[in-house]
């Protein structure tokens, strides 16, 4: 069978050609990379308002007497942290304290959560909920199929969102509105996983064209632009936010991310507690590491990191950063002490190129706080 007859198409797909989209495969969809150029549609985004078709993502609701318990159990944040109308990132941890997915939970009510998951691991995430559901009184559905996303994204995404959803305006960092939009059941978070502030609709397929189509047509005059999975990846990568499948996966642990602090050890038991509390006692032997270059190149992924004369590891995530104008890269080093400052290098078309350990984020907007995710 080819690779193009089990491609997945969301229901913007159309919308996408007409507007010029470049269409690739990504993780078995067919999304767009870009519509006018990258860099621009990354500036847009930094200074004004991207939308992005994130429909591939997945939607599971978590409902009933036990849904708490059972988040708890299956998340390495702490659940009850959140109440209605809040939301939290997480991992999703396995026995061994490797990542499952990450995700985001929002509450919508008592004993009612709305989980989103990354595209590649719906069917898988769902799976190992059932799974580890046993015994819990709660009800779990995949409505993945079901809903179509929007991300609008930027310092104006709060003026853009108003436009047809009024209500979400003064949704506060993480919160999740639900609400009837275009008389259909929908949902509203503000998470923004493009290191600005940003508002996801979560809408039925029925709507989703009707959305974006009046999102870019009312939000042209606060210069909202469609935006591609090519300026979404140099955004994120900025903010130092993890793509799952490239920075992280099943045998990855969230301390080897430098994502410490999701891991809640303290809340009570929870699946790979014990793994990871051995490994925050005992100490990491990688850990995911900021990159910066010194002199032009575009590094990317499989790139090699060389310290002192030796590789002590490869790129996972690298492109050239438009608001920098440098090359950076995230990658697991063995030398999880390194500092920022300390002198590297990356191999380049067989050239060593002079870099440095940073500290992410690399880039912080100004229109968040520090640590905001």
């Not at 941890?93 to 008592?110: F, K, W």
């Not at 030796?310 to 002490?337: H, W």
Request: proline share 4%; charged share 25%; glycine share 10%.
């Amino acid at each position: 069978m080819s690779t193009s007859a089990v491609l997945r198409r969301t229901a913007l797909y159309e919308s996408h050609k007409s507007l010029g989209g470049k269409i690739v495969d990504f993780h078995g969809w067919e999304l767009p990379v870009q519509f006018e150029s990258i860099i621009k549609e990354h500036e847009a985004t930094r200074r004004r308002c991207g939308l992005f078709d994130v429909s591939h993502m997945g939607q599971v609701f978590v409902t009933g007497p036990g849904a708490l318990a059972f988040l708890q159990k299956v998340n390495a944040n702490d659940i009850a942290r959140i109440g209605p109308g809040k939301a939290i990132y997480s991992h999703l941890p396995n026995e061994r304290g490797g990542v499952v997915d990450d995700v985001i939970v929002s509450c919508l009510a008592q004993g009612r959560y709305l989980v989103v998951v990354n595209a590649a691991t719906a069917d898988k995430d769902f799976a190992w909920f059932q799974k580890h559901a046993r015994g819990f009184d709660v009800a779990l559905e995949n409505k993945s199929d079901h809903f179509g996303m929007i991300a609008a994204q930027g310092p104006r995404a709060a003026e853009v969102t108003a436009l047809i959803a009024p209500a979400a305006f003064s949704l506060p960092r993480f919160g999740a509105l639900e609400l009837e939009l275009y008389g259909q059941p929908s949902f509203i978070t503000r998470t923004g996983y493009t290191g600005e502030d940003g508002f996801e609709f979560i809408v039925p397929n029925e709507i989703v064209v009707r959305v974006w189509e009046d999102l870019l047509a009312q939000g042209r005059s606060l210069g909202a632009q469609p935006c591609g999975l090519g300026a979404r990846d140099t955004l994120r990568l900025e903010a130092g936010y993890l793509l799952y499948g490239q920075d992280l996966d099943d045998n990855i642990t969230t301390y080897e991310a430098n994502y410490g602090w999701v891991v809640k050890l303290e809340k009570g038991d929870f699946i790979g507690k014990d793994a990871l509390k051995k490994q925050r006692t005992e100490g990491i032997l990688r850990k995911l590491t900021g990159v910066k270059l010194l002199e032009r190149g575009v590094p990317r992924a499989g790139a090699s990191v060389l310290v002192d004369g030796r590789e002590a590891g490869k790129f996972c995530s690298a492109t050239y950063s438009p608001s920098l104008q440098s090359g950076i890269g995230t990658g697991y080093l063995d030398r999880p002490d390194l500092a920022p400052g300390t002198k590297a290098s990356v191999v380049l078309h067989g050239r060593e190129i002079p870099a440095e350990i940073v500290k992410t984020p690399f880039y912080l907007s100004s229109n968040l706080k520090k640590g905001d995710l």
